[in-house]
């Protein structure tokens, strides 16, 4: 059975987390589902069927973070490199999709949980959510880009905090660090829909490339910056989207996007 579900709809791909039983902890099978969730969005986003995703977790919890079975048998035969590279792989798939990619975020969201969410590009969260690592309470680091990504987020200090204490900060913290952009009212899952609908219905070449710009900025020299700048407005302007948008502001009119 899978634990991660696929659904494409409207130009929306929601990546739900399906095993709410165990509040959607990871197990190995679980990061190859999200992998391959990952390619197939990424592959309906090329022949533009898809121009936003959601990420989210059903059941009671965003992700509680690595199953405790899987967490039992680390000791008894660690993962090598090669594993870690490819349970980080899933995440990276994630982040580099081609469409803006927005994590909706309610009750746990812990240790693996997090750096899920910090791999999409937005995070909303609801009113219960608990955000935090737990890794350093079973002696172990951020091993799923969370080194790499949370400072960008939250500022070293913090990130340095939340890893070496394993203590979980509530939504209004996540808001005020920067940890999460959004609020979720009402239904998370509606709400997280809503918004990714949002974004689908918006110019795809251009909303697409902005977060890999502004990512890419942080490890960038300027020069660098400035020339993926380039390379993305010089798509946007070849763009099918600039042409409506031209079109409709002479006619006074809403554009309706083409996303690409």
């Known amino acids: 059975m899978s634990r991660v579900e696929l659904r494409i709809s409207d130009g929306v791909a929601e990546i739900a987390l399906s095993a709410p039983e165990r509040h959607n902890a990871l ?12 390619r197939e969005t990424g592959e309906a986003a090329r022949a533009h069927r898809v121009r936003a995703a959601l990420v989210r977790g059903e059941g009671p919890s965003f992700c509680a973070g690595l199953d ?10 660690p993962p090598r490199e090669a594993d870690i590279r490819a349970l980080q792989a899933a995440f990276d798939a994630i982040e580099d999709l081609p469409v803006p990619v927005i994590a909706a975020v309610h009750g746990a969201c812990l240790g693996a949980g997090l750096q899920l969410a910090v791999a999409c590009h937005l995070r909303a969260v609801a009113e219960d959510a608990q955000l935090g690592l737990l ?6 680091v951020p091993d799923l880009g969370a080194s790499a990504r949370l400072p960008r987020l939250v500022g070293l200090g913090r990130a340095t905090d939340l890893a070496l204490t394993g203590r979980t900060v509530d939504s209004q913290v996540a808001l005020t660090w920067g940890l999460a952009e959004r609020r979720l009212e009402g239904d998370p899952a509606t709400a ?6 949002a974004l ?6 251009a909303l697409g490339a902005v977060p890999r710009l502004m990512r890419g900025a942080q490890v960038a020299t300027r020069e660098e910056a400035l020339e993926a700048e380039r390379t993305a407005q010089a798509s946007c302007l070849r763009s099918r989207d600039l042409a ?9 009119e809403t554009p309706a996007f083409w996303g690409w």
């Open 200 to 205: 689908a219905a918006g110019p795809t070449v």
């Open 192 to 197: 997280g829909r809503e918004l990714a609908a």
């Open 135 to 140: 890794e350093a309470r079973w002696g172990l």
């Open 27 to 38: 197990d190995r099978p679980a990061f190859a589902d999200l992998a391959e969730a990952a």
């Open 244 to 252: 409506e948008a031209a079109r409709a502001a002479r006619a006074r």
């Open 68 to 77: 405790l079975d899987e967490l039992a048998t680390l000791a008894d035969d």
